[in-house]
T-cell receptor, first 107, second 113 residues
């Protein structure tokens, strides 16, 4: 079945540094969604990208969908301690999740 | 803000026993899903449900699993004969249409002993 790969698995940053997680698929995705899961919590929907080359911003978060619709990225500018959690991408009609990138932020 | 409600929050069961995990999706949502997450691992798709039937299921969703929408509000996941490796957090999710984001419930932590 369709596989969505996500890197890195872990990222530890100093507060104020930037953070990026990448999502790659072997097949073209109809859409991609990003979720955040706080420790002990449930995934919370952040955004959906549908169009080739699409870029969307939510405050300090920038989401991109590749031209070929096979990859996506989430970039956080100037991380804060509230950004801590695991960020998952999920793609395609049956919403297969990537393994997630666990972000920790040192104050 | 509308929520997906899951009960119980934690279920402990003996190996071989049947369990039913319950979910109340958001009322105007039409697509329903079950996912599971083994501790520290990724969220794994189990099954999707639309128009009173399964639309897709993963390789994890074998004959031991079944889903039902017994009335207009509940959406249940049944595991017939639980195994130790079924221990995980089970998340229910719903969405209004295929273009929208998923709303996840808070999950049921299933522990099989």
């Amino acid at each position: 079945g369709q596989q969505v790969m996500q890197i890195p698995q872990y990222q530890h940053v100093q507060e104020g540094e930037d953070f990026t997680t990448y999502c790659n698929s072997s097949t073209t995705l109809s859409n991609i969604q990003w979720y955040k899961q706080r420790p002990g919590g449930h995934p919370v929907f952040l955004i959906q990208l549908v169009k080739s080359g699409e870029v969307k911003k939510q405050k300090r978060l920038t989401f991109q969908f590749g031209e070929a619709k096979k990859n996506s990225s989430l970039h956080i500018t100037a991380t804060q301690t509230t950004d801590v959690g695991t960020y998952f991408c999920a793609g395609g009609n049956d919403m297969r999740f990537g393994a997630g990138t666990r972000l920790t932020v040192k104050p | 803000e509308p929520e997906v409600t899951q009960t119980p929050s934690h279920q402990v069961t003996q190996m071989g026993q049947e369990v039913i995990l319950r979910c109340v999706p958001i009322s105007n949502h039409l697509y329903f899903y079950w996912y599971r997450q083994i501790l520290g691992q990724k969220v794994e798709f189990l099954v999707s449900f639309y128009n009173n039937e399964i639309s897709e299921k993963s390789e994890i969703f074998d004959d031991q699993f079944s889903v039902e929408r017994p009335d207009g509000s509940n959406f249940t996941l049944k595991i017939r004969s639980t195994k130790l490796e079924d221990s995980a957090m089970y998340f229910c999710a719903s969405r209004e249409d295929r273009a929208g984001g998923y709303t996840f419930g808070s999950g049921t932590r299933l522990t099989v002993v």
